[in-house]
């Protein structure tokens, strides 16, 4: 599709900004809270970069007025978070933690006071230490019953104050990285309890939707999905269908659950056939289909490139795993020798797209997958889209003069906001967008030299220094797109 003139951004969308409680609040035993998987995770040796943690992150938790203040002063439309759940039931159920709970209010309170609309995330991936050692976590269903009672208490508490919430951050990154390749708790590499863990998910992610509805009527709920499109190759029909095959296994997997409360047909049929598919009741399938989301939440960093991949060819197994992608890139990862039996072997490899380029960490930028994400999302689902993350981990340089000249972002940013504009142009729906990230953080497995931020947080691996928060260039430049809603991101080869 082509366009003389692109749409206007909607009168109210949502330009915002996004974090995660792990990586920014730090406190990580303070007033009450309990251990998180995280916590412990972070301090196995050799598990992150250098060994960082968050046990202090960016101190938001002390700083988060200051914070707020910033956002302020940027125009920030909106702020999204999440609650660390262990912060509000420190053993992960039964006993409230009033002083976690208090921390949340006063927080999007201030954010309401500035504002600000509050985005709540659920679960940004800090399990309750204590739930991974009673029930073995997701494994269990009784995991079930703990959520949907933290989801109740924050419903409960702050209902009436948030519109926008996010169940479940990114499933399809935190199970693989969790129980399949031993980068993320509980550390394992077992595919039978991936996908348990991720049907107990499933229904856990339908459980917190079909309360919400009941106790926050005028709310809307969803969750975000880490989504990449998947191309083929080549032309090559076996190409193509390697990607289709990326497709199903890497995305429709979970969105058909979500959207649909269905298990996708083709995927499902594979697991079985390998012994390694969940079990799903007639009373599951009945939860699933009765939940339905009010916006689809999107985070876009890159898609896949793919080409066909055949079982009884081993050289092409060990080849894929020659290749050099990040091993902290969840989505490229490949299957060692002992995973050969792993379901999607047969069916696609994963290879680097020529024609892209590459951030510092091996991450390929293109801003065209971003409108191909958002167009296949929303003609497949017809919900809703929230983009709940994007953006550029990059290495920023605190110049002599103190200011952060990050043009690399900048150029990001604009090339993905205008793909957004072109999708929007095209018919998608759309609430809002979310940058990540709002502040510089803990990248999970990179420490802090990986930035993502507006607002440069000076600290490092080696020292937390003063943690002074200083807005970067590109702090300047969201703040004027959003003072124009937009107006200023043009196509200079089809706009006059
Ligand atoms: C997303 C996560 O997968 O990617 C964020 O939701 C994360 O929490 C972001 O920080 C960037 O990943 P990384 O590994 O570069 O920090």
């Given at each position: ?79 999204r978070f999440s609650v660390a759940w262990s912060r509000i039931l420190p053993e992960g159920e039964g006993k409230v933690n009033e002083k976690g709970l208090q921390f949340y209010e006063d927080l999007v309170d201030e954010m309401l006071a500035h504002g600000v609309e509050p985005i709540l995330t659920l679960y940004h991936w800090d399990l309750p230490e204590a739930l991974q050692e009673k029930y073995n976590g997701w494994e269990s ?263 952060i000249q990050d043009d690399v972002r900048i150029a990001y940013l604009e090339k993905h906001v205008l793909e957004m504009k072109k999708a929007i142009t095209d018919g998608v729906e759309m609430i809002g967008y979310c940058a990540w990230s709002f502040t510089d ?56």
């Open positions: 599709m082509y366009h003389q003139k692109l749409d206007s951004f909607p009168e109210k969308f949502l330009w915002g900004a996004a974090s995660a409680a792990y990586q920014i609040e730090g406190a990580f035993k303070e007033d009450g809270k309990g251990p998180s998987v995280w916590d412990t995770f972070s301090k196995i040796p050799g598990k992150t970069f250098m060994e960082t943690n968050g046990d202090v992150a960016v101190d938001h938790y002390h700083r988060y007025k200051e914070d707020v203040a910033l956002m302020g002063e940027m125009g920030l439309k909106a702020y269903r009784k995991t079930i019953q703990a959520f949907k009672q933290y989801c109740q208490i924050l419903f409960e508490r702050l209902g009436g104050k948030v519109k926008y919430w996010v169940t479940f951050n990114e499933q399809n990154v935190f199970t693989s990285m969790g129980y399949r390749w031993e980068t993320h708790p509980p550390n394992l590499s077992n595919l039978e309890r991936m996908f348990t863990a991720n049907h107990v998910i499933n229904l856990a992610n339908a459980e917190a939707i079909n309360l919400f509805h009941k106790m926050v009527p005028k709310g809307l709920i969803g969750p975000s999905f880490g989504y990449g499109p998947a191309y083929p190759s080549s032309a090559r029909p076996e190409d193509v269908l390697a990607a289709e095959n990326g497709e199903e296994f890497n995305n429709i997997w979970w969105l058909d659950v979500y959207c649909r409360g269905i298990y996708p047909k083709f995927v499902m049929k594979q697991l079985q056939k390998l012994k390694i598919a969940p079990e799903v009741t007639a009373a599951d399938h009945e939860l699933l289909q009765s939940s339905k989301p009010d916006f689809l939440g999107i985070n876009y960093y890159h898609g896949g490139t793919f080409q066909e991949n055949r079982i009884e060819n081993k050289q092409n197994a060990k080849e894929a795993q020659k290749k050099e992608f990040s091993a902290i890139d969840p989505y490229l990862m490949q299957p060692n020798e002992e995973q050969a039996q792993s379901p999607e072997v047969p069916m696609f490899q994963s290879i680097s797209n020529p024609y892209l380029d590459k951030t510092e960490w091996g991450w390929e930028i293109d801003p065209v997958g971003f409108r191909v994400a958002l167009r296949r999302v929303y003609a497949r689902y017809g919900l809703p889209i929230f983009v709940t993350e994007n953006g550029l981990g990059a290495i920023d340089q605190l110049e002599e003069d103190g200011s953080l803990l990248s999970w497995l990179n420490g802090y030299k990986k930035r993502y931020g507006f607002v440069y947080v000076n600290r490092d691996e080696e020292s937390e220094k003063d943690l002074k928060r200083i807005p970067k260039k590109s702090f300047y430049w969201y703040q004027e797109l959003m003072k124009q809603n937009g107006a200023n991101i043009m196509d200079n080869e089809v706009e006059e």
